[in-house]
């Protein structure tokens, strides 16, 4: 596979970004081509042996960070820690992945879904990678004596789909580092459809999301303080802040006090028709459903092959998994193909590794009918690390998506039904989750 990537440098650039073009894993059938040498991966340093086995975006990110890999390999254990912080611009950072979808039909075919839209859940596993490779360059110094920090996913704030994003057009991702808090720092990144070689800022936004990642000394586990950042232009202070608005309500959930009184007429409200379905199921409205009669499921192993650069599960490879779990949860629901809205919110409470035996079990939480033509399904996805010779089990990350049906669907009378809950503690989840969304 041939990728042009860029040097892994934390130098200014006079560039407005560092793009760095994917191409497919696999040459046209229809092309003559050498014979493929079955050593070549062999050749590879071992730091970036993970990125083979993701989609070719995560490898072409991970060859980018080659330097900084061979940087860190050259360290010894001992190492101090780096006692000298910098101060960087977003510009500094700004990265950027070019889909060259239009020419590459290889290329276009791993992303392509049934509907001939992109696969969301592999998209949303570079959008990670790309996020994890721009704290990286923020966060790196050009001191080969200090350990380097250990970076780490730790939430996934609201990321809207704003329009439908086809495979028959190139796709354009540039993202940068918009705020920093003492040991995390917030990642923009942009989707947009490109209709030439290079695309500018009056293309058509298709998805933005925001990527919060935290630094932990790679020896001690504990954070670690990070390069701070100086926005340079309107809009790069614009964006530090609505990130320091967000970081603040993210502070006040973590300080939200237990149920009040209110709260729980709230629960005994949700709860009243799951009573019904309970006690008297005969009588129970026929366009209602409980929560726990939407639930799927799916367990694997964790392999090698999907770890990350710190020898643990990729994170954007949990959330393709979730996603996927979802978007089946929807669809079985639904009784349609869905089509996907939103990511609420994705939260990353423990590091999963390699070996652990993952559980993800998905519901509809809830759904909102107010609009007939577009209908919304709310769907929860909580992953658990379970140990069976330990007889434990243990969240690791929570994800939370929203999605409708497709119209056409809705005008041949399609019709979507209301989720209730049957215990105190579905419908104290119900309530968190309408309450994170009016935030």
């Not at 050593?39 to 975006?57: A, D, E, F, N």
């Not at 960070?65 to 950072?93: C, G, H, I, N, W």
């Not at 070019?98 to 839209?117: M, V």
Request: hydrophobic share 35%.
């Amino acid at each position: 596979m041939f990728i042009q990537t860029i040097s892994f440098s934390t130098a200014p650039s006079d560039q407005s970004s560092n793009a760095i073009p994917v191409v497919s894993t696999v040459t046209s059938p229809t092309e003559a081509s050498p014979p493929i040498d079955a050593g070549s991966s062999i050749r590879k340093p071992i730091s970036l042996w993970p990125g083979m086995y993701h989609s070719p975006v995560t490898n072409a990110l991970w060859e980018a960070r080659k330097s900084y890999f061979e940087r860190m390999s050259s360290v010894r254990s001992d190492a101090p820690s780096k006692s000298e912080l910098m101060t960087r611009t977003p510009s500094q950072s700004r990265t950027s992945i070019l889909y060259k979808f239009s020419s590459d039909y290889i290329l276009r075919e791993q992303y392509r879904n049934p509907w001939n839209e992109i696969r969301m859940g592999k998209l949303l596993e570079d959008l990670d990678a790309l996020a994890g490779t721009i704290s990286l360059k923020h966060c790196s110094n050009d001191d080969s004596t200090t350990r380097p920090l250990l970076l780490v996913t730790a939430s996934v704030d609201k990321m809207v789909l704003k329009k439908t994003i086809s495979v028959d057009t190139d796709l354009k991702i540039v993202g940068a580092v918009t705020w920093v808090g003492r040991s995390s720092l917030e990642i923009q990144l942009e989707v947009t459809e490109a209709k030439q070689e290079t695309c500018d800022h009056s293309d058509p936004v298709a998805l933005v999301a925001n990527f919060t990642f935290v630094a932990r000394d790679s020896a001690t586990g504990k954070s670690a303080p990070v390069n701070q950042i100086s926005p340079e232009t309107d809009v790069e202070r614009l964006l530090w802040e609505e990130a320091e608005e967000r970081n603040k309500v993210r502070k006040m959930k973590k300080g939200k006090q237990k149920a009040t009184e209110g709260e729980m007429d709230r629960v005994n409200e949700l709860l009243s028709e799951g009573r019904i379905f309970c006690d008297m199921p005969a009588l129970a409205d026929r366009d209602s459903i409980l929560i726990r009669d939407t639930c799927l499921q799916n367990s694997l192993m964790c392999q090698p092959q999907q770890r990350n650069i710190h020898g643990r599960i990729f994170g954007g490879f949990l959330m393709r998994r979730a996603f996927e779990l979802a978007f089946a949860t929807a669809y079985a629901f639904a009784g349609s193909a869905p089509s996907f809205l939103e990511v609420d919110h994705v939260d990353f409470l423990k590091p999963v590794d390699v070996g652990n035996f993952l559980r993800l079990k998905s519901c509809v939480l809830y759904t909102e009918l107010e609009n007939p033509s577009q209908p919304l399904i709310n769907v929860e996805v909580v992953a658990h690390v379970t140990r069976p010779e330990l007889r434990s089990s243990e969240v690791s990350n929570k994800f939370y998506f929203t999605f409708s049906v497709r119209s056409e669907a809705m005008m041949n009378g399609l019709k979507i039904r209301n989720v209730v809950p049957a215990t105190e503690e579905e419908a104290r989840r119900v309530i968190e989750r309408k309450d994170a969304e009016s935030l």
